[in-house]
């Protein structure tokens, strides 16, 4: 005010204040304009990332969508159905030198399984010496309600009383119809007790006449139908992290999750491996693996240092230079697809009962899998046929994947495990070292076992 008064033009000035007071009331403010002209730029921005990101999105849903059967087909989780038989019999055909003798119209002929059919699950357990009663909770409360029969067949190696270990199942679950224990030599391991079993099943259900297949719906074995059930191999070890004791292995699959997956009509592994690896492997290289020697894990923990030293020339009598020899000269087999073939590790896994009996019907194969139990049967506490039969089990009970498969396969791996530190291990699998068959969980689990794998070298180092 006083430098209005002592201006010469103070009329002037004063004039040009009332002015400018008047355009700001008039504009709503002195920074009105400003903040407007932020807020629309903050808008317009916000406007712009929204739609990028909806465009992202929309992107990776598409990506996942298109990629969505490769993982499925990279996992063996749920594998391009076949147009008929779960029996790729083109693929087989190499395999099949001589004609079928059985005459198949005095043979069932089972229908295909399907996830609405099956209501019977056939549990196998290969049994030593632990207490069964972890089944209880980890098996029965697990198999779907859908599910309407349990069978359970405990296939003892180690002349245990059946009282000292084997609950009574029907008490907890009314399901359980029938629980079976047979006595079987401790020879060959838990593949022994499952080539076992896998024999005398189809010796069974191969000598009903068409009759019988007729009369099933009114007889009291109509759940033991192979078109309506699932065949579970299983150890008598929890199926918990503390048992998991194969390396590059994420897990084991749940019960529910390979009853879900066989009712589908596919061979399920019980154990998943690290998203980064597939449980195909390249055929070619599976063929070479070998082993020389092998200590069972238990025997390393009580110290059974008779075992570890005395019993290893007898690790391999036959002289098997690998499991394509053990396959030439022991089981006169091969694996139907000469590019990729699936395995399972750590001896548990679940099948059709119907792929069982399909099977069964090519000469071939069926004479392979009486060979493998009478391979198995050689007496010595660890062998090499053990691990040979562990390496076949996949490829002789799952159907062989078809050309575009294959293709698929072979675009998405970028490497096979044949190091000398993937032998006896994952030997032959395929790897994809970029992780793009890894979803973001299962990327983080596999970067932090890699930083602390790292970390502990440094530290030893």
Same mark, same amino acid.
């Given at each position: 005010?006083?430098?209005?008064?002592?201006?010469?033009?103070?009329?002037?000035?004063?004039?040009?204040?009332?002015?400018?007071?008047?355009?700001?009331?008039?504009?709503?403010?002195?920074?009105?304009?400003?903040?407007?002209?932020?807020?629309?730029?903050?808008?317009?921005?916000?406007?712009?990332?929204?739609?990028?990101?909806?465009?992202?999105?929309?992107?990776?849903?598409?990506?996942?969508?298109?990629?969505?059967?490769?993982?499925?087909?990279?996992?063996?989780?749920?594998?391009?159905?076949?147009?008929?038989?779960?029996?790729?019999?083109?693929?087989?055909?190499?395999?099949?030198?001589?004609?079928?003798?059985?005459?198949?119209?005095?043979?069932?002929?089972?229908?295909?399984?399907?996830?609405?059919?099956?209501?019977?699950?056939?549990?196998?357990?290969?049994?030593?010496?632990?207490?069964?009663?972890?089944?209880?909770?980890?098996?029965?409360?697990?198999?779907?309600?859908?599910?309407?029969?349990?069978?359970?067949?405990?296939?003892?190696?180690?002349?245990?009383?059946?009282?000292?270990?084997?609950?009574?199942? $029907?008490?907890?679950?009314?399901?359980?119809?029938?629980?079976?224990?047979?006595?079987?030599?401790?020879?060959?391991?838990?593949?022994?007790?499952?080539?076992?079993?896998?024999?005398?099943?189809?010796?069974?259900?191969?000598?009903?006449?068409?009759?019988?297949?007729?009369?099933?719906?009114?007889?009291?074995?109509?759940?033991?139908? %192979?078109?309506?059930?699932?065949?579970?191999?299983?150890?008598?070890?929890?199926?918990?992290?503390?048992?998991?004791? @194969?390396?590059?292995?994420?897990?084991?699959?749940?019960?529910?999750? @390979?009853?879900?997956?066989?009712?589908?009509?596919?061979?399920?592994?019980?154990?998943?491996?690290?998203?980064?690896?597939?449980?195909?492997?390249?055929?070619?290289?599976?063929?070479?693996?070998?082993?020389?020697?092998?200590?069972?894990?238990?025997?390393?923990?009580?110290?059974?240092?008779?075992?570890?030293?005395?019993?290893?020339?007898?690790?391999?009598?036959?002289?098997?230079?690998?499991?394509?020899?053990?396959?030439?000269?022991?089981?006169?087999?091969?694996?139907?697809?000469? $590019?990729?073939?699936?395995?399972?590790?750590?001896?548990?896994?679940?099948?059709?009962?119907? $792929?069982?009996?399909?099977?069964?019907?090519? %000469?071939?194969?069926?004479?392979?899998?009486?060979?493998?139990?009478?391979?198995? $049967?050689?007496?010595?506490?660890?062998?090499?046929?053990?691990?040979?039969?562990?390496?076949?089990?996949?490829?002789?009970?799952?159907?062989?994947?078809?050309?575009?498969?294959?293709?698929?396969?072979?675009?998405?791996?970028?490497?096979?495990?044949?190091?000398?530190?993937?032998?006896?291990?994952?030997?032959?699998?395929?790897?994809?070292?970029?992780?793009?068959?890894?979803?973001?969980?299962?990327?983080?689990?596999?970067?932090?076992?890699?930083?602390?794998?790292?970390?502990?070298?440094?530290?030893?180092?």
């Amino acid at each position: 005010g006083n430098i209005l008064e002592a201006s010469p033009n103070k009329s002037f000035y004063r004039h040009n204040k009332i002015e400018r007071l008047k355009v700001l009331r008039h504009n709503g403010g002195p920074n009105t304009r400003g903040c407007l002209k932020v807020i629309i730029y903050c808008l317009a921005l916000a406007s712009i990332c929204l739609i990028s990101s909806i465009l992202v999105l929309f992107l990776i849903h598409w990506r996942r969508m298109e990629s969505s059967s490769v993982l499925s087909l990279w996992n063996a989780e749920d594998i391009l159905q076949h147009d008929s038989d779960y029996v790729n019999v083109s693929l087989r055909s190499k395999a099949n030198s001589r004609k079928d003798n059985v005459d198949n119209s005095t043979m069932m002929s089972p229908s295909l399984a399907t996830e609405d059919n099956i209501h019977t699950v056939e549990f196998v357990v290969a049994y030593c010496n632990t207490d069964l009663s972890w089944m209880i909770r980890g098996v029965l409360h697990q198999i779907p309600k859908t599910i309407t029969t349990i069978r359970i067949t405990v296939l003892s190696k180690c002349g245990q009383d059946k009282s000292a270990y084997l609950p009574i199942f $029907q008490i907890y679950d009314h399901r359980v119809v029938n629980v079976d224990v047979e006595n079987l030599s401790n020879v060959g391991g838990c593949d022994y007790a499952y080539a076992h079993f896998i024999n005398r099943y189809i010796e069974t259900h191969t000598t009903r006449t068409l009759e019988d297949a007729e009369n099933i719906n009114t007889n009291d074995d109509a759940d033991a139908d %192979p078109s309506s059930s699932v065949i579970l191999f299983i150890k008598d070890t929890p199926r918990s992290r503390r048992f998991l004791h @194969m390396p590059r292995h994420e897990r084991f699959r749940s019960v529910s999750e @390979m009853i879900h997956a066989a009712s589908k009509g596919n061979f399920i592994c019980g154990a998943k491996l690290d998203c980064e690896l597939s449980p195909y492997h390249d055929t070619a290289a599976l063929y070479r693996f070998t082993k020389t020697h092998y200590t069972r894990r238990t025997d390393l923990l009580l110290k059974v240092e008779s075992m570890i030293t005395d019993d290893q020339p007898y690790f391999n009598t036959h002289e098997y230079e690998d499991l394509r020899d053990f396959h030439t000269r022991a089981l006169h087999w091969e694996f139907p697809n000469a $590019q990729f073939t699936r395995v399972c590790y750590g001896g548990t896994f679940a099948v059709p009962a119907s $792929q069982v009996i399909a099977l069964s019907k090519i %000469p071939n194969t069926r004479n392979a899998m009486k060979l493998l139990e009478y391979n198995l $049967q050689r007496n010595a506490s660890t062998a090499i046929e053990e691990h040979f039969a562990e390496r076949t089990w996949g490829g002789l009970l799952s159907t062989p994947l078809d050309e575009k498969e294959s293709d698929i396969l072979k675009k998405t791996k970028d490497r096979i495990m044949i190091s000398k530190l993937d032998r006896g291990k994952t030997y032959g699998a395929l790897a994809n070292t970029h992780y793009s068959t890894c979803t973001f969980p299962q990327y983080a689990t596999q970067y932090a076992k890699k930083l602390y794998s790292n970390m502990r070298s440094n530290l030893q180092s």
